[in-house]
């Protein structure tokens, strides 16, 4: 696609639900991101994914939170038993050797947890 | 850790004229990319600049242009003949040549007054 595109645009889910956001990147970039931005602690990595190699989890706040890239495009955020806190924007990025590594990033989804 | 700090959370500038945001980072590597990023009310993270550590020219992209001072380890943004569509929170971030996560500052709010 032209850009990197993120559904849902908004969620409202309650307090213990799990939810699932999806991050489609530009076509044909192999790196991707997530990032979280919140009021308290403004932009935060999450987790990267470059082509097959092993994701770098290392931003990820808790157990509750794993992601998938399936197929080296599409990626799927997942959060279990969400909690207040979990509030925030969700970011995703998207990058390639081509473009010199410079993150591109969709619009984000606003996850607000009741 | 590196860091990056942007010590004005918010700036004005009336329409047309000139307005700067500081950034500076801190940072043990020597090869690295600066980035200035903007995000209208949309949620939208657009690239607006981006420096390359080993490069001694000052980044420039139409309106917007850098003062990278290496060795202070600083990073401005200028943005000249300031129009209302300028109007967004705008963020300094640094990733080490190397590495993979964008590591940002805290955000600049800019309001252009007509």
């Known amino acids: 696609g032209a850009g990197v595109s993120q559904s849902p645009s908004n969620k409202v889910t309650e307090k213990g639900k799990d939810v699932e956001l999806r991050c489609d990147p530009i076509?044909?970039?192999?790196?991707l991101y997530w990032y979280r931005q919140s009021l308290g602690q403004g932009l935060e990595f999450l987790i990267y994914?470059?082509?097959?190699?092993?994701?770098?989890k290392s931003g990820l706040p808790s157990d509750r939170f794993s992601a998938e890239r399936t197929g080296g495009s599409v990626s799927t955020l997942t959060i279990q038993r969400t909690q207040q806190e979990d509030s925030a924007v969700y970011l995703c990025?998207?990058?390639?050797?081509?473009?010199?590594?410079?993150?591109?990033f969709g619009p984000g989804t606003r996850l607000l947890v009741l | 850790a590196q860091t990056v700090t942007q010590s004005q959370p918010e700036m004005s500038v009336q329409e047309a004229e000139t307005v700067t945001l500081s950034c500076t980072y801190d940072?043990?590597?020597?090869?690295?990319?600066l980035f200035w990023y903007k995000q209208p009310p949309s949620r939208q993270m657009i690239l607006v600049i981006r420096?390359?550590?080993?490069?001694?020219q000052n980044a420039t992209e139409n309106r917007f242009s850098v003062n990278f001072q290496k060795a202070a380890k600083s990073f401005s943004l200028k943005i000249s003949d300031s129009q209302l569509g300028d109007a967004a929170m705008y963020f300094c971030?640094?990733?080490?040549?190397?590495?993979?996560?964008?590591?940002f500052g805290a955000g600049t709010i800019l309001r252009v007054k007509s």
């Open positions: 990025a998207s990058s390639s050797r081509q473009a010199g590594e410079t993150q591109y």
């Open positions: 076509s044909g970039h192999t790196a």
């Open positions: 994914f470059q082509g097959n190699s092993a994701p770098d």
């Open positions: 940072t043990s590597e020597s090869d690295y990319y």
């Open positions: 420096q390359e550590a080993y490069k001694q």
């Open positions: 971030a640094y990733r080490p040549r190397y590495g993979n996560k964008l590591v």
